[in-house]
């Protein structure tokens, strides 16, 4: 098996970020829109002082926005 590429373990984690936010809505704890405005505002906090890093939890808290909207 060959070593993941970056785009693969990026997509991975956000896979992640997104059934961690399913789960946290599921168990009524918060719900998936609002972990995406707090995954957003950690990706502004992290754009200080990495903003390579902040545009991938950026893009996180997209796809779990995006979930979001299309079960409205």
């Known amino acids: 098996m060959t070593a993941p590429s970056v785009d693969d373990l990026v997509g991975a984690q956000g896979k992640f970020a997104l059934f961690v936010a399913s ?3 599921r168990a009524g ?3 998936m829109t ?3 405005d707090l995954l957003n505002v950690f990706a502004q906090t992290v754009a200080e ?3 390579r890093e ?3 939890l ?4 997209s796809g779990v926005q995006g979930t979001t909207d299309a079960d409205r």
């Open 58 to 61: 950026s893009e996180w808290a």
């Open 49 to 51: 002082t990495k903003p």
């Open 34 to 36: 609002e972990f995406a």
């Open 23 to 25: 789960l946290l809505q």
């Open 54 to 56: 902040a545009a991938i």
């Open 29 to 31: 704890v918060a719900p």
